[in-house]
T-cell receptor, first 110, second 114 residues
Framework: GEDVEQSLFLSVREGDSSVINCTYTDSSSTYLYWYKQEPGAGLQLLTYIFSNMDMKQDQRLTVLLNKKDKHLSLRIADTQTGDSAIYFCAESGSASKIIFGSGTRLSIRP | DVKVTQSSRYLVKRTGEKVFLECVQDMDHENMFWYRQDPGLGLRLIYF???????EKGDIPEGYSVSREKKERFSLILESASTNQTSMYLCASSMGTSEYNEQFFGPGTRLTVL
């Protein structure tokens, strides 16, 4: 079945780049997403990429998609304390559903 | 600005009680979803609905039911709460047809079953 996997934790120093990785199984997914969950809040769409793209850049965020290896990554440049959150990788499923990964908790150290 | 609200942020119930979790969205979205979020397991889909009075089982529907009598409101019901239903419950909504199918989430209800 459809599955999305990502590591549970990542710790980076403030000002460094953060790279969060994800693998997925459904090669027919049309869109892949990164959602962000700040403490005490619901999820919010951070960015998405269409499956026929390799890369998408949006200010400090860079998404890379390797469709052959079914690998998605999110790079956050110049990581700040406000980037502390849980980041969920997700793929579009059938009938408006979205399949979420387990989430990566990003912590920032000074 | 899309808004999804959930009736309670925190809820404490006893084993065997009937529990209602309410979700309301104000953007006239056709699709609504209930997830539970547990550490290390991410979001798991319980039920979803495409339209009023329509419902579909998600990945973990056992022990839950839903109701959608009005387009803006989607209720999750725990008929007889059990301790293994202690979790964070998240509601989401999305348009019936949209380019990239974004889901908008409520803030969540943290349910504790004693």
């Amino acid at each position: 079945g459809e599955d999305v996997e990502q590591s549970l934790f990542l710790s980076v120093r403030e000002g460094d780049s953060s790279v969060i990785n994800c693998t997925y199984t459904d090669s027919s997914s049309t869109y892949l997403y990164w959602y962000k969950q700040e403490p005490g809040a619901g999820l919010q769409l951070l960015t998405y990429i269409f499956s026929n793209m390799d890369m998408k850049q949006d200010q400090r965020l860079t998404v890379l998609l390797n469709k052959k290896d079914k690998h998605l990554s999110l790079r956050i440049a110049d990581t700040q304390t406000g980037d502390s959150a849980i980041y969920f990788c997700a793929e579009s499923g059938s009938a408006s559903k979205i399949i979420f990964g387990s989430g990566t908790r990003l912590s920032i150290r000074p | 600005d899309v808004k999804v609200t959930q009736s309670s942020r925190y809820l404490v119930k006893r084993t065997g009680e009937k529990v209602f979790l309410e979700c309301v969205q104000d953007m006239d979205h056709e699709n609504m979803f209930w997830y539970r979020q547990d550490p290390g397991l991410g979001l798991r889909l319980i039920y979803f609905s495409y339209d009023v009075k329509m419902k579909e089982k998600g990945d973990i529907p056992e022990g839950y039911s839903v109701s959608r009598e009005k387009k803006e409101r989607f209720s999750l019901i725990l008929e007889s709460a059990s301790t293994n239903q202690t979790s964070m419950y998240l509601c989401a909504s999305s348009m019936g047809t949209s380019e990239y199918n974004e889901q908008f989430f409520g803030p969540g209800t943290r349910l504790t079953v004693l």
